[in-house]
């Protein structure tokens, strides 16, 4: 890759100079604008040591659409930032190393783009000149967030929009003399109306510094007069197919493609069409796709004329299909490829605290998709961000399930929705043919929401190979294929309804500071913990009670906060360097791998996070014969369980109790079955004694902070039958918080889980 010359030192210079005098933005260039070294952020990853101007992200940036010749114009170029009023600069401030932007320690400039300025861009570069005679397009992964591009002073074009690749055909200014010049302008109000997820010019809480400028790879490749554009791969499980649709930039039927799969070296299928129509490639015995799995077919697609071949590009693709699904107790679950799959993710938000929005390396890439692997992960939620398409190909590489976020914004004006609108599409063009990812999440917690119906019913029509939550957390609106919460710390699942599966979009959010991988001494969590060994008992604790969610009440989904730290957010399981893993992975992995499903119950007598039944309770001291099945509760009251006092961490909560006693009644039924392999589900703060047909059945002391299950006394299991018995409960509190609920359960045949 050629270099920017030397010869515009001294203008650069004087062009320093003249921005001092003028009091004109400068900050972030070093004392000679000819050297470039990185910035210093509180946090720094392991992999800055391995970022130099001659290896910015040097690899292939679009693994779906492979071409041999491409290049990649990552590196030094000259920038400056004037303001908003003025004219491509004469001079230049320093150096910046794209792609990464311009406020991140890795650009090497560090320094805030404001609504009022203009960041510019400059470089000069070579065509090799066996490229002569074939159009030549310019890529930009993306750019945050308008931009305006010259070659050698030529406009070329403006593109606007922070998280989708675009293209330039340069070819007509080139002058293919030796240096090129290209210049790109971005302007970037980041808090306009404008999708921008979680960037913010005043980062606090839960909002981070905002990036502008190129973030992704910028690069050249040389193509035919007429080839092929893009693919549209769709694969359809049942019919053991890949609808194919191969884009070229000409209708003339004297065009042809031929596609060819391949496994292990060895053809799996072929079809030869049309370009631009809709053709269908057959597997034999087609290899699916999934977490546990995650095998992918070698595409080549060859472009031919008149039976002359003109190119050929390759790709790859992976054979899945999601869907809703009812199981046996009637709740709606998803479904991989025929099989109900439990989805265990985290949330995670994208950031690097040397590169922001862009990571430093591919390597540190794919390690966060690594991490989650090795932690027994098979989902994230990729939220409010868009990755690089490299994030995705390892996803598809490695087996991890994404539910992909659209970036929020404000959506307050028709013309923030239009732009909200525009870049929905453009994700959903760029990302479609990823296997990895099977759900589209228009909204976050209602930030933006507008027409949500229509644009629920939009997206499903428009990929109708997946799954599409209308809004993740607080303003369902009825749409779409979920039901989804959030609660924190919870866990906690939706009421399930007919046509759509429950999910817990965010839940967790467990706090611990690691000291000297923090980003700030003000560091915080939902719940912030003193210690790693707290974390990871309360993290086991939490995915238990997630389990039960699962089998008890239909749970499809959970998704943990999150991945890793972000700035001040210190409630991830890695450090924001990605240098601790909190909890240890192997700990991890047993937590998420626990199904309870494995050997799934049948619910008896609803707990609390079940559902709840009503019970007869009393707070005054009853008569001695309480616990018999003869008594009649006549002053009792009635009240849905389980009961406690606010803020009791692990109950499922319907009725309040802030006494020291409770005593609770009630009759249940057993079926013959019942009575093998039954058990009580109890929580219990503090003391607890259960009683069947007056016949003590279990008692415990102390408190819990979960449900836990427990054999009956062997009396007491003695007394059931068939047909109506009897269950009271006395509870015991003598400080802080405090709850007591009980549930009965059976164990039954088991539904298939597919990790």
Request: glycine fraction near 10%; include cysteine; aromatic fraction near 10%.
């Amino acid at each position: 890759m050629k270099q920017l010359s030397g010869r515009r030192t001294v203008r650069q210079r004087w062009w320093i100079i003249a921005c001092l005098l003028l009091g004109w933005r400068t900050a972030g260039w070093a004392a000679d604008p000819g050297e470039w070294h990185p910035g210093k952020a509180p946090l720094m990853t392991r992999w800055a040591a391995d970022v130099s101007p001659t290896n910015a992200l040097p690899e292939y940036p679009r693994p779906q659409l492979v071409r041999p010749d491409w290049l990649n114009l990552n590196g030094l170029w000259d920038y400056a930032i004037t303001a908003e009023t003025a004219e491509q600069p004469g001079g230049y401030q320093g150096r910046i190393l794209v792609p990464f932007p311009v406020e991140s320690a890795l650009s090497g400039v560090m320094t805030n783009l404001d609504e009022h300025g203009k960041l510019w861009y400059h470089r000069e570069f070579a065509v090799p000149a066996a490229w002569r005679g074939r159009r030549v397009r310019l890529h930009f992964g993306a750019v945050d967030w308008a931009c305006s591009v010259w070659v050698n002073g030529r406009a070329i074009g403006r593109h606007q929009g922070g998280y989708d690749t675009f293209t330039f055909d340069i070819t007509d200014a080139l002058g293919w003399q030796g240096a090129e010049q290209l210049s790109v302008c971005v302007i970037d109000p980041t808090e306009s109306d404008q999708p921008r997820g979680k960037q913010s010019r005043k980062p606090e809480g839960i909002f981070y510094t905002s990036t502008s400028g190129i973030w992704r790879t910028v690069w050249l490749e040389p193509v035919p007069d007429v080839c092929i554009d893009r693919l549209k791969l769709v694969p359809d499980v049942d019919a053991g197919t890949l609808r194919l649709r191969v884009a070229v930039n000409s209708f003339s039927d004297a065009f042809q493609v031929r596609a060819v799969a391949a496994s292990g070296g060895q053809e799996a299928g072929r079809i030869s069409g049309l370009a631009n129509a809709e053709l269908a490639l057959s597997l034999t015995n087609a290899h699916l796709w999934t977490p546990a799995d995650p095998f992918l077919y070698d595409l080549q697609v060859t472009l031919l004329k008149d039976g002359r071949v003109v190119e050929v590009v390759n790709s790859y693709f992976g054979m899945r299909k999601i869907e809703r699904r009812k199981d046996d107790q009637g709740f709606m679950r998803l479904a991989l490829n025929d099989q109900f799959i439990f989805q265990s993710g985290t949330l995670d938000q994208g950031f690097w605290p040397d590169g922001i929005y862009t990571a430093p390396t591919d390597a540190a890439l794919r390690s966060d998709i690594e991490f989650l692997k090795s932690a027994g992960f098979n989902l994230t939620r990729k939220h409010v961000k868009v990755e690089p398409d490299r994030w995705y190909y390892w996803c598809d590489k490695l087996g991890l399930l994404v539910w992909q976020d659209m970036p929020s914004g404000n959506n307050s004006t028709a013309a923030g929705q239009r732009e909200f609108e525009n870049e929905l599409l453009r994700m959903v063009d760029d990302l479609e043919n990823h296997p990895a990812i099977i759900m589209w999440v228009l909204f976050n917690e209602g930030w933006g929401q507008y027409d949500t119906e229509a644009l629920t019913q939009w997206l499903k029509e428009r990929d109708p190979s997946r799954l599409v939550d209308d809004a993740s957390g607080w303003t369902d609106m009825h749409a779409g294929d979920l039901i989804d919460m959030h609660n924190y710390p919870g866990p906690d699942a939706p009421a399930g309804e007919p046509q759509r599966a429950s999910v817990l979009g965010e839940f967790g959010g467990l706090g611990l500071v690691v000291p000297e991988h923090s980003w700030s001494a003000h560091c915080w969590g939902y719940v912030m913990l003193p210690e790693a060994q707290e974390l990871a008992a309360q993290y086991k604790d939490l995915f238990k009670q997630v389990w039960r969610l699962h089998a008890l009440r239909g749970l499809s989904a959970a998704v943990y906060t999150q991945t890793a730290d972000v700035e001040t957010e210190c409630n991830g399981l890695q450090t924001y360097d990605r240098a601790v893993a909190k909890i240890n992975p192997a700990v991890l992995r047993a937590a998420n791998r626990v199904d309870y499903s494995a050997i799934p119950m049948k619910t008896v007598l609803p707990d609390g996070l079940s559902g709840g039944v009503s019970w007869k309770y009393a707070t005054e001291k009853p008569a001695a014969d309480w616990t018999s099945p003869q008594f009649v509760a006549v002053a009792w009251k009635d009240g849905i369980g389980g009961f406690g006092s606010a803020g009791t961490p692990g109950i499922g909560l319907n009725s309040k109790w802030d006494t020291a006693d409770i005593w609770l009644r009630r009759e249940f039924v057993l079926a013959p079955a019942d009575l093998a392999g039954l058990k009580l589900r109890v929580f219990h703060d503090e003391e607890v004694e259960v009683y069947l047909n007056g016949v003590l059945a279990l008692r415990r002391s102390g408190f819990s902070t979960n449900y836990d299950d427990f054999e009956i006394a062997e009396a007491a299991m003695a007394s059931l039958r068939a047909g109506t018995n009897t269950i009271a409960v006395h509870c015991h509190n003598s400080t802080g918080g405090q709850g007591v609920d009980v549930g009965m359960l059976v164990p039954v045949a088991g539904l298939p889980v597919l990790k």
